[in-house]
């Protein structure tokens, strides 16, 4: 939201702030300014080491050269048509300006006007912006001849001052403007650029900032007198309110005026809603939006004479208005303010009279019914319920005549609602950010007198006796006790039940002291106070704020720290991930939404767990598969030399009438080269099979599993058969692993090289009982001995080895496999393995004769087995 201080100042005294104060109180208070755009007062002076907080920009204005004026003659310029000579009084003496602003060339000739228009004027030496450079190109007013008349000054636009970039025409102030006047005292400015959060909502309106700024500061804050004289018939009787969902719409209200004059706003209006970022269109559009950015309450501007005439074309007896708030229906049709014709749904609420939809509920008006303005060629926007800073145009209008009776509404709508439908129809407003936030219904009445009494002010109309207010579901107000002792334990300061009360007062919150208890009620603009020990939590942070963050002294902690408990689970996964990473696997995170077309390309289930809300139509769904989302970032990546990934994570597997089951896994991907390219690696070989053995080995291994074992299997379908294995330990299966088959490698844009992929069950891995046991340091020396069997190729090398193991007992401490040898010479269907064998007794040192009987029996054990022989 963009704050003008000099708005700002209606409601609070902040004469001895500087902009930068106040930025900063905002800030401290949760109200975070992004930046301070200067509109002629003076900014901080960077030259003399002057240091501010915030993002800065704008122009500051030169007090001496810079003045309210006065025109009292526009004469035509001798040599030029598009010119005039001014004759300008600035307060002591007479100028002569050349100017050729559009707005005053109808007064050329006309001789001494019978009100001079005040203007703002610049004399030579002035800094301003070029008003018709492109962008905010600073420039120096120098004495030159134009058309053979010399000019040193200027009169100015918006946008030579930094107002807006206005620029077609010069400003023209208020009659009472005194001349000679600086215009920095006159109307210098500052802008704050502030983060309103969700938490903030009520404070997008100057009114809510000024009361932030009261309470922290302690200085009173002065509310808008809204009162107003009221004439002619009144508006009961004439239009009445259905509310058919109170969920929905909780408060409608509505008001009438008479006769008002459609014309431009004054200049001060106009120009603070430009510094406030919402275009000025007509006085009736400008005192909707000057009510909502004051008081925080969107209103909308019907033509009450087409909706009675909606009436006539029904019955044409009858000129009483019947307003209905509805549900759309699916499929029907809107043409809103903007011109485009919208499709709703059910979900949509509409503003309707009996003779159809008039607006989309809390978004944008409808077309029809708006208040038309016939000096213009096509639709205005009516009050704020159009984009924020844009002039809303439609298909032009084939109405003649200037709507002269206006029906103003204020409503209360389900916020979640409102957020739904803007996000459908992508309608960001000005209405639909305040509405969407949350609005108390309290504040419709107060917009609505608010918004009459402007348009009385400034369009000369009469205020109908009266309002129409239906106000079905009033909301809950909150009560919430607190003492002394919740505020030390909680905030870490001392106060008194006076002083909370006090603090809290300062915000509207209505207090009542009993005792130690403070009994805090929710003021009527909140709807963020809640009930029992969030309420209480609520106020407290009201009274911090209050209090002022900053002055919160630190203080340790005096509540008992709870007991440390570790998560188990947690702290598994987290070694299982380390021991990957230091295995050179890369972790990723993937999405968890997905859809059955793209897990379809690696496996396909039968059934899902659907989004209600999907984020793209791409992710409808949860994953039942953590290898395809890993596999979709091999993919994204497939142009790396080599990739090593995995991820641990959930799948879901749906349930009827229930949560999905999250099952935890990991999944591994590998491809690419086994070596990194370098000066001393010409050729490396493509990552295979047992490359990615290896690594579910040493992860095993570093989890602490001994009884490990991998068997063949067929049984995945998207393995090559052959190149797969389950992976058991003790006995359980929880994982598989192998090469990608080439059918399903095919629908991934991976390559050519093998692609290799793991899929483990963590639930049943860390189910399976680790091996924590201490094996002493041997005292004995070991005996190393390499022996090499030949058996049938269909034999598996960890059977042999396992046979080793078995047959060895305690006098074989290690095997290991570290040769494979196939040859015609060993015979067709054989192949020769060769094993290190380590023999270590814990109580001596083996002789040569001890380890050959433990080698001649393990031979003999392969051979009455497995039909080895000894090779060599």
């Known amino acids: 939201m963009k704050l003008p201080i000099s708005w700002l100042k209606d409601f609070i005294d902040v004469s001895d702030l500087s902009v930068e104060d106040i930025a900063r109180k905002l800030t401290l208070a949760g109200m975070e300014v992004d930046e301070i755009h200067y509109v002629g007062l003076a900014m901080p002076d960077y030259s003399k080491g002057e240091k501010h907080e915030f993002k800065t920009t704008g122009i500051s204005w030169q007090k001496d050269k810079l003045v309210v004026a006065e025109i009292r003659e526009v004469m035509p310029h001798p040599n030029a048509d598009r010119l005039t000579l001014c004759d300008l009084y600035d307060g002591s003496e007479q100028h002569t300006v050349l100017t050729g602003a559009p707005n005053i060339f109808h007064l050329k000739g006309m001789g001494k006007l019978d009100k001079p228009l005040k203007v703002a004027w610049a004399k030579e030496g002035s800094t301003l912006y070029d008003g018709h450079a492109e962008g905010l190109v600073l420039t120096t007013l120098k004495r030159t001849k134009i058309r053979g008349v010399e000019s040193y000054s200027m009169v100015c636009s918006e946008k030579e001052l930094g107002i807006s970039e206005e620029h077609d025409g010069i400003i023209l102030l208020a009659d009472d403007a005194p001349a000679g006047m600086s215009l920095v005292d006159y109307m210098g400015d500052a802008v704050l650029d502030i983060s309103i959060l969700p938490n903030m909502a009520r404070n997008a309106n100057v009114i809510g900032l000024a009361r932030e700024l009261s309470a922290m500061t302690g200085r009173p804050l002065k509310k808008p007198t809204i009162q107003y004289a009221t004439s002619g018939e009144s508006i009961e009787g004439k239009v009445s309110i259905e509310i058919t969902n109170p969920e929905l719409n909780p408060r409608f209200v509505l008001g009438l005026i008479r006769n008002v004059t459609i014309q431009p706003s004054p200049y001060q209006v106009q120009r603070r809603l430009r510094l406030a970022g919402v275009r000025p269109i007509n006085n009736i559009v400008d005192a909707t939006n000057y009510a909502m950015l004051e008081l925080g309450e969107p209103l909308h501007a019907f033509d009450y004479d087409v909706l009675v005439e909606r009436v006539a074309q029904i019955d044409n007896l009858r000129h009483d208005i019947k307003i209905i708030t509805r549900n759309a229906a699916d499929g029907e049709k809107l043409t809103t303010l903007d011109g485009n014709t919208r499709t709703l749904t059910a979900s949509n609420?509409?503003?309707?009279?009996?003779?159809?939809?008039?607006?989309?509920?809390?978004?944008?008006?409808?077309?029809?019914?708006?208040?038309y303005d016939a000096s213009k060629e096509v639709l205005d926007a009516t009050g704020v319920e159009a984009k924020a800073g844009e002039v809303t145009t439609g298909k032009a209008s084939t109405r003649s005549v200037n709507t002269t009776n206006i029906l103003l509404e204020g409503a209360a709508w389900n916020f979640i609602n409102i957020r739904r439908t803007a996000k459908q129809h992508n309608l960001p407003s000005e209405a639909s950010f305040r509405f969407s936030r949350g609005v108390h219904p309290a504040l419709a009445e107060m917009g609505v007198r608010r918004g009459l009494q402007l348009m009385a002010e400034w369009s000369g109309g009469a205020i109908a006796p009266g309002l129409v207010d239906n106000y079905p579901l009033p909301p809950k107000e909150a009560v919430v006790d607190i003492t002394p002792k919740e505020v030390k334990r909680l905030l870490g300061i001392e106060l008194s039940a006076q002083k909370i009360a006090e603090l809290l007062g300062h915000l509207e919150f209505e207090c009542s002291i009993y005792g130690e208890i403070v009994t805090v009620k929710t003021p009527p603009h909140r709807l963020d106070i809640g009930e029992g020990v969030i309420g209480v939590a609520d106020v407290l942070e009201e009274v911090a704020r209050s209090y002022g963050y900053d002055r919160i002294p630190e203080t340790r902690i005096s509540d008992p720290l709870p007991p440390q408990v570790g998560n188990p689970i947690h702290e598994w996964e987290e070694r299982a991930r380390d021991i990957l990473v230091s295995l050179g696997i890369q972790e990723v995170v993937t999405y968890r939404m997905t859809s059955p077309e793209r897990e379809g390309r690696l496996v396909s289930f039968d059934d899902y767990t659907r989004i209600a809300n999907p984020i793209t139509p791409e992710r409808t769904t949860l994953r039942r598969s953590l290898v395809a989302s890993v596999l979709e970032i091999v993919e994204k990546n497939a142009r790396a030399e080599s990739l090593s990934l995995f991820e641990v994570g959930p799948i879901?597997?749906?349930?009827?009438?229930?949560?999905?089951?999250?099952?935890?896994?990991?999944?591994?991907?590998?491809?690419?080269?086994r070596l990194a390219s370098a000066w001393d690696v010409k050729d490396s070989p493509a990552m295979d099979f047992f490359d990615l053995k290896g690594r579910i080995e040493l992860l095993l291994a570093g989890l602490r599993y001994i009884d490990v074992s991998y068997v063949p299997t067929d049984s995945v379908s998207y393995l090559h058969p052959g190149k797969a294995a389950e992976v058991k330990v003790?006995?359980?299966?929880?994982?598989?692993?192998?090469?990608?088959?080439?059918?399903?490698?095919?629908?991934?844009?991976?390559?050519?090289?093998?692609?290799?992929?793991?899929?483990?069950?963590?639930?049943?891995l860390r189910a399976a009982s680790p091996a924590y046991g201490i094996v002493p340091v041997a005292e004995f020396p070991p005996v190393f001995e390499d022996i090499a069997v030949i058996v049938d190729e269909s034999v598996p090398a960890a059977r042999v080895e396992a046979l080793i193991k078995q047959t060895g007992g305690k006098g074989v401490s290690a095997v290991s496999l570290f040769d494979v040898y196939r040859d015609e010479k060993i015979g067709t269907g054989k192949k020769s393995l060769a094993y290190n064998l380590t023999y270590q007794a814990a109580d001596k040192t083996l002789t040569d004769a001890e380890a050959a009987a433990i080698r001649n029996k393990i031979v003999k054990r392969l051979e009455q087995e497995l039909g080895a022989k000894l090779r060599g």
């Open 349 to 371: 609420v509409l503003v309707c009279d009996e003779k159809g939809s008039l607006s989309l509920a809390g978004v944008m008006g409808g077309a029809e019914s708006e208040v």
């Open 730 to 764: 003790n006995g359980q299966v929880i994982g598989v692993f192998g090469e990608l088959h080439p059918l399903v490698k095919e629908k991934y844009e991976v390559g050519d090289k093998p692609v290799l992929v793991a899929d483990f069950d963590l639930d049943a």
């Open 652 to 673: 879901f597997e749906p349930r009827k009438n229930d949560v999905p089951n999250e099952p935890r896994k990991l999944a591994i991907v590998m491809t690419g080269r």
